[in-house]
């Protein structure tokens, strides 16, 4: 019960964070204004591009090919580069066990990994309920930025407010 609990006050502040106006973190993880949340690149008639927030290190190419694929996929990205993404990580309420090179944040959303573009789109979409983010923990052959001629199967994890975890897709 006190993994719980502390899985629970964690997504709890995590949320907290999130929630707050004009609060992003920084690379020593202090809070800033952020360059952009919601959505972003929007002329007059154009669609709103939904904005992403990505915390790597500078020199990991696969995440690098990850920001290229969420562009791709019509994401209007913003890349914040520090050598502690696990810090971010847990301080925006990534579970341990769901943790991969790279974090982002997404509306209100959290994502850990390699999920691909189109599933962050759809939780978008979804707003609302206990979800706090989607994570594809380790890094598989053949998510989105780890392209392989031979990928593995995998799952994309949503993990929600209460600790629970349940398989959000499988690719």
């Known amino acids: 019960m006190r993994r719980r609990e ?3 006050r964690l997504a709890a502040g995590a949320a907290a964070l999130l929630a707050a106006p004009g609060v992003a973190l920084t690379q020593g993880g202090t ?3 952020p360059p952009s949340r919601g959505t972003a690149g929007t002329a007059r008639g154009a669609t709103p591009r ?3 927030t990505v915390y790597k290190s500078e020199s990991c190419g696969c995440c690098t090919d ?4 969420m562009e791709r996929e019509g994401f209007a990205v913003v890349v914040r580069n520090t050598e502690d993404v696990d810090g971010v990580a847990a301080q925006v309420g990534v579970p341990d066990q769901l943790r991969s090179c790279h974090v982002a944040l997404a509306g209100r959303y959290v994502v850990s990994g390699h999920v691909p ?3 962050v789109r759809q939780l978008l979409r979804e707003a609302g309920g206990q979800a706090m983010g989607l994570a594809v923990p380790g890094m598989p052959a053949g998510t989105p930025g780890m392209e392989s001629p ?3 199967r995998y799952q994309v994890i949503e993990w929600r407010r209460d600790g629970t975890t349940r398989v959000y897709a499988s690719r």
Do not use: F, Q, S, T
Request: charged fraction near 25%; proline fraction near 11%; avoid cysteine.
């Open 66 to 69: 990850w920001v290229k694929h």
């Open 50 to 52: 939904p904005a992403v």
């Open 31 to 33: 809070r800033a204004a």
């Open 6 to 8: 502390a899985v629970a």
């Open 117 to 119: 573009g189109d599933l």
């Open 150 to 152: 031979r990928p593995e």
